[in-house]
């Protein structure tokens, strides 16, 4: 599923300013492809990555999902249905087990628990994890493991544009590569339309394309 920014702006109202955090940018992003959008603190990069998931919408322009203008979705069945994010402090549910916790969004679906947890399983192996994890609690997994059960999470949803914010943000180097590498795979093994906002070099290397953002704007 491909997604597409058209001339897209936002700005935040305050007491005594607007200010302009995203002003102006167009893009087409294709399936199978992994992309990184860098920028310092205060670029714009997460604020776009907040409109591209459907968590607000654009004061000017319009981001197209599956030829379809955000304006228009169902935003709760968007990010549902066509749009995943992955965060840097990996949002699990703090009392389900892994297990649980990937199949949160199949209960959402209804999906039987029998092909649920079928389902739970195979992505779970799919992030090189094995079944000895599925009865643990976040709070007994390491950070790249925590991770990797957000990213499972994920596959379990079935979405094929998949944001990424900061997803190696916490983790050491060697858990970083490996995450990356498995969002690359699902860019490239899946067709999922992949991107990362990251400010770690290493990360964007990873990416097939890389795009810089500052005050706002592409560079």
């Known amino acids: 599923m491909s997604?597409?920014?058209?001339?897209?702006?936002?700005?935040?109202?305050?007491?005594?300013?607007?200010?302009?955090a995203v002003d102006g940018v167009s893009y087409d992003f294709e399936p199978g492809?992994?992309?990184?959008?860098?920028g310092k603190s205060g670029s714009g990069k997460t604020t776009l990555l907040s409109l591209m998931a459907g968590l607000?919408?654009?004061?000017?322009?319009?981001?197209?999902?599956?030829?379809?203008?955000?304006?228009?979705?169902?935003?709760?069945?968007?990010?549902?249905?066509a749009v995943s994010v992955i965060y840097q402090?990996?949002?699990?549910?703090?009392?389900l087990t892994v297990q649980e916790n990937i199949m949160y969004p199949l209960d959402l679906k209804k999906m039987p628990k029998k092909d649920a947890?079928?389902?739970?399983?195979?992505?779970?192996?799919?992030?090189?994890?094995?079944?000895?994890?599925?009865?643990?609690?976040?709070?007994?997994l390491s950070g790249g493991e925590q991770q990797r059960v957000a990213i499972a999470r994920t596959l379990a949803q079935g979405c094929k544009i998949i944001l990424a914010d900061e997803p190696t943000g916490n983790l050491d180097s060697t858990n970083t590569r490996n995450i990356v590498d498995i969002l690359c795979s699902l860019a490239h093994d899946d067709g999922c339309t992949v991107i990362i906002v990251t400010h770690d070099p290493s990360v964007a290397e990873q990416a097939d394309t890389v795009l810089q953002m500052k005050d706002g704007a592409w560079i």
């Open 56 to 81: 607000d919408l654009p004061t000017e322009g319009e981001i197209i999902i599956g030829g379809k203008s955000t304006k228009d979705w169902n935003r709760n069945r968007l990010r549902r249905d």
């Open 3 to 20: 997604i597409s920014l058209k001339n897209v702006s936002y700005s935040y109202k305050g007491k005594y300013q607007t200010v302009r």
């Open 117 to 140: 947890t079928a389902l739970a399983h195979e992505v779970r192996e799919r992030v090189e994890l094995s079944a000895t994890y599925d009865k643990r609690l976040p709070s007994h």
């Open 33 to 38: 492809k992994c992309y990184a959008i860098v």
């Open 89 to 95: 402090n990996y949002n699990l549910f703090p009392l």
